[in-house]
């Protein structure tokens, strides 16, 4: 690791995290998984933590040695690693989780969950959603999430408010939509949002067109020269059914990818959220343009849509986070289920049991997602000078013991009810499971008065459809 001297005018008190296993995430994955250089975690080591960023991590036996003033904070029975990278969610959509399940994507979207969101989401339900995701998201591990919905600025509020990290995406539809009158709108308005909250340090911005079948070539085109221009990374939903893909190439002569690969879309500032249809020829562009996929497996799994070949984009050497989508496909905010998720799909897909390792999953929702989000160099590992975005995993419980490999307990065996103590740029937002920086009571009641207002809306429509 790396050490810097402590300095002797410190207006910020030195912090010591002292755990008994610290995974620095710091190590890149290689194609054959039993090839890392050195152990994936640290017995008995600590954190050093100075205002928002990491300043050491020496082992325990050294803190009071090397910074004498510091105040240790010992977490027994405890791993420490960096915060989990949720690279795709609809935040706000958590007030419509179990408002309808079991319906094929299309169906789900056009019966269901448009009409609903085209009659209630206004400013409210979405600042009072992304509460309810952020919630959930911290009080199971996850620092940072990339998000796209409608009323950006009320994520990017909620955001703020509550100390979590975000990229905010400034959602982009062709169509009428509550945010917007069309493409042109979505983008102007986006960008006021983004100049407004473009100097907040956790926060940070992208485009996001819905997906090929709602924003158009020439859309996609103006995007393309604005995120070039803006620096500003393009997220969005891309062969996410074998039915989207048919039907695009019915329409337009070409397959969605090629189509974003002919506008010079694919490039290393490009998300692309689901992928479960790629051959071969697709899978190579991913790799020689740099384009990140995001798999979103349980989600994928729920609405039936396919499964994305993880294991193939990992041997060709695309870079691989993971999104839990929204919390109305999916039905919840758990990055540890879902990499677990990710884990056990890409060996069933391939009927491989070495594809996707215990690591290379931890490293797709923490490095990965930093990559994917181009923060690799502020967050996503544990090592000097990165934001200290960091959780604690209780592994002392009966469901994760004995440890042999705390690596191997976290993907596998591990629980989001295991978090205990959570930190975004050196604050810490969740203590001992309590949040430190919202107000539970309250996100509760709303989640509750939505339902109730979202139900009764339904049950007068059925009544007036029935007269
Ligand atoms: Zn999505």
């Given at each position: 690791?790396n ?28 194609c ?8 994936q ?8 933590i100075?205002d928002?960023?990491?300043?050491d991590?020496?082992?325990r ?42 319906l ?6 056009e ?11 206004d ?36 955001a703020?408010?509550?100390?979590i ?37 956790n ?5 996001a ?13 103006k995007?393309s ?15 996410e059914t ?9 329409k337009?002569?070409?397959?969605p ?7 010079g ?7 692309a ?12 562009w991913?790799e020689e ?21 993880t ?18 496909s ?9 990499l ?6 890409a ?11 215990a ?6 929702a ?5 990559k ?9 590992s ?16 009966i469901?994760?013991q ?5 690596v ?5 065996a ?21 949040l ?6 309250n996100?509760l ?21 029935e007269?």
């Amino acid at each position: 690791m790396n050490t810097i001297e402590p300095s002797t005018t410190n207006k910020h008190p030195l912090i010591a995290l002292a755990a008994e296993w610290i995974l620095p995430m710091t190590q890149t994955p290689t194609c054959d998984h039993h090839d890392l250089e050195a152990p994936q975690w640290l017995d008995n080591h600590a954190i050093i933590i100075q205002d928002c960023k990491i300043l050491d991590i020496l082992s325990r036996d050294q803190i009071l040695a090397r910074y004498p003033d510091c105040e240790i904070t010992e977490l027994k029975g405890m791993a420490l690693m960096p915060g989990l990278i949720n690279a795709h969610c609809h935040a706000a959509m958590s007030l419509l989780r179990g408002y309808s399940d079991d319906l094929p994507l299309h169906q789900w979207l056009e019966t269901a969950i448009w009409p609903v969101e085209a009659q209630f989401v206004d400013d409210e339900f979405v600042y009072q959603g992304t509460q309810l995701a952020i919630a959930e998201m911290l009080r199971g591990g996850t620092t940072c999430f990339q998000d796209m919905y409608f009323m950006p600025d009320q994520i990017a509020r909620a955001a703020q408010q509550s100390g979590i990290r975000a990229n905010i995406g400034l959602m982009v539809v062709d169509s009428e939509t509550v945010w917007a009158r069309d493409a042109s709108e979505c983008i102007s308005k986006g960008l006021s949002v983004y100049d407004q909250y473009k100097h907040n340090s956790n926060l940070t911005f992208s485009f996001a067109p819905h997906a090929p079948y709602t924003v158009s070539p020439q859309t996609l085109e103006k995007l393309s020269t604005l995120s070039f221009e803006l620096s500003l990374n393009i997220h969005m939903h891309l062969h996410e059914t074998a039915a989207e893909v048919f039907d695009y190439q019915k329409k337009h002569d070409i397959r969605p990818l090629e189509q974003l690969h002919k506008l010079g879309l694919l490039n290393p500032q490009l998300n692309a959220v689901h992928m479960t249809q790629l051959n071969e020829q697709e899978i190579s562009w991913l790799e020689e343009t740099g384009t990140h996929v995001i798999h979103c497996p349980q989600s994928n799994m729920k609405l039936a849509s396919g499964c994305c070949p993880t294991g193939q984009l990992l041997d060709a050497g695309v870079n691989l986070a993971i999104g839990t989508d929204g919390a109305a496909s999916n039905n919840d905010l758990d990055m540890l289920a879902e990499l677990q998720s990710a884990a056990l799909l890409a060996k069933i897909d391939c009927l491989d049991p070495e594809k996707l390792s215990a690591y290379q999953a931890l490293y797709a929702a923490t490095m990965g997602g930093a990559k994917a989000l181009g923060l690799e160099d502020d967050i996503g590992s544990l090592e000097h000078g990165k934001q200290a975005d960091i959780i604690a995993i209780d592994l002392n419980q009966i469901e994760t013991q004995p440890v042999y490999n705390p690596v191997s307990q976290i993907v596998y065996a591990a629980s989001r009810n295991q978090v205990t103590h959570v930190w975004v740029a050196g604050k810490q937002l969740l203590n001992n499971r309590q949040l430190t920086s919202l107000n539970e009571s309250n996100i509760l009641n709303n989640a509750r008065s939505w339902k109730d207002k979202i139900l009764e809306n339904k049950i007068v429509q059925k009544q007036n459809s029935e007269l």
